[in-house]
Structures are given as structure tokens and as C-alpha cells.
């Protein structure tokens, strides 16, 4: 009986396993608009209020003077963007602004812009 051994190349496997594994670690940003903005900017906040861990330290810190410029932040954009955003864009502004002015008050520090 005569048997053809097949030489089969293995080495595409080994690629695809390579991009895959570098697609998985490669960071994809996501898309850069008006809500991701201010929405980065009040998690900032929310973690300098102490209502969740540092991402960097994995421990929860309270920075109220960060989180106060934070929030002046927000606001200032929300004047310097007055008629000037869509609808969701301006509920969402506010709804943050007064979930964080709130958070920040409870703290009892004082007035925010």
C-alpha cells in the first residue's frame, strides 16, 4: 500500500492566533464626542468624591478640592456651550451637574458654582 505523507503548513494557525491575541490587547478609543467628554469628566468627580475606587490605586480617596474643579469644570462648559448642544447633550449636562453639585454639598464644604 502506498501512502502519500501530506506536508500540511501549520504556521496560518499560528498567525491567526498572533492577530488575535494582539487585536485583544490593542486599545481601541472610543468614539470622541460631546457626552463621552463630560461623562470622563463626572466620573472623574464622582471618584474624587469618594464614591468609587481610583482605577490607579484601587482604593477609594476623597479629593473634594479636585472634585470641586471638576464640577466648576462642568459647569463652566455648560455656560460656554448654551445653545449650543442637542437636546440629550443639555439634559445630560445638567443631570450630572446636579447629581455632582449635590454629592458635593452633602459633604458639607460649601457653595459650587
Do not use: C
Not at 43 to 53: E, F, K, N, R, V
Amino acid at each position: 500500500m502506498d501512502e502519500t505523507v501530506k506536508k500540511v503548513d501549520e504556521s496560518w494557525k499560528q498567525n491567526v492566533e498572533k492577530e488575535k491575541a494582539k487585536s485583544k490587547s490593542e486599545f481601541v478609543p472610543p468614539v470622541a464626542d460631546f457626552k463621552f467628554f463630560i461623562t470622563t469628566l463626572a466620573l472623574q468627580a464622582s471618584i474624587a468624591l469618594g464614591h468609587m475606587a481610583n482605577p490607579a490605586t484601587e482604593k477609594v480617596e476623597e479629593d473634594l478640592t479636585q472634585a470641586k474643579f471638576l464640577i466648576d469644570t462642568l459647569g463652566m462648559l455648560q455656560e460656554k456651550t448654551k445653545n449650543n448642544l442637542i437636546k440629550e447633550e443639555t439634559e445630560l449636562l445638567e443631570n450630572l451637574l446636579y447629581e455632582l453639585r449635590t454629592a458635593y454639598l452633602a459633604k458639607g464644604k460649601g457653595e459650587v458654582k
